[in-house]
């Protein structure tokens, strides 16, 4: 079992620009959250992904958006990229969702973005 | 929204001895806490988590005890090792969907 995997693991980028991250979900999971951990904090959610629609959004702009793909993968891009969107960003996958109870959520190892 | 408290920010203790993390939560329709432990440079890792119909749960040497009434949990880790050390993360489940709410992470430093 991969266990949930994200890419790039590093990404340097320019104020303005946009970005795209990746995530693939632990086999067998169908729903992907995806996080903003800022330096000495705890994960902020960003977004949730399930059955290819945005089930739930935290407070990000709409420069913060998402996708998921049939085969449950995911992608976050960001656009206009200001410096304070330097971050660790992290992807959770997990089974199933609201109504159908709590269910443990597994994080992938993230990836490191740097605004400059 | 739902809030989450984590206390303390930095906890030092011997090889050997106890250690203790509590949190609290805002919101009473919370069902779900789980705890992360992350090593620097890697995501969060689940090691336990406990649901609201549940008061406590052991793993080898972790613990974890929910008070629904006061609105708190614990993570208490027994025997500690060096490789313990790392930032803990205590979390809660929104009453919608499953999305979690994290405290602020405690550094837990064990010295050998």
């Known amino acids: 079992d991969a266990g949930v995997t994200q890419s790039p693991t590093h990404l340097i980028k320019t104020r303005g620009q946009q970005v795209t991250l990746r995530c693939s979900p632990k086999?067998?999971?169908?729903?992907v959250s995806w996080y903003q951990q800022a330096l000495g904090q705890g994960p902020q959610f960003i977004f949730q992904y399930y059955e290819e629609e945005e089930r739930q959004r935290g407070n990000f702009p709409d420069r913060f958006s998402g996708h998921q793909f049939p085969n449950y993968s995911s992608e976050l891009n960001v656009n206009a990229l200001l410096l304070g969107d330097s971050a660790l960003y992290l992807c959770a996958s997990s089974f199933g969702t609201g109504g159908h109870g709590p269910h443990s959520a597994f994080f992938g190892q993230g990836t490191r973005l740097t605004v400059v | 929204g739902e809030n989450v408290e984590q206390h303390p920010s930095t906890l030092s203790v011997q090889e050997g001895d106890s250690a203790v993390i509590k949190c609290t939560y805002s919101d009473s329709a919370s069902n779900y806490f789980p705890w992360y432990k992350q090593e620097l440079g890697k995501g969060p890792q689940l090691i336990i988590d406990i649901r609201s119909n549940v008061g406590e749960k052991k793993d080898q040497r972790i613990a974890v005890t929910l008070n629904k009434t006061a609105k708190h949990f614990s993570l208490h880790i027994t025997e500690t090792q060096p490789e313990d050390s790392a930032v803990y993360f205590c979390a809660a489940k929104d009453s919608g969907y499953s999305t979690l709410t994290f405290g602020k992470g405690t550094m837990l430093l064990v010295s050998p």
């Open positions: 086999s067998g999971h169908d729903t």
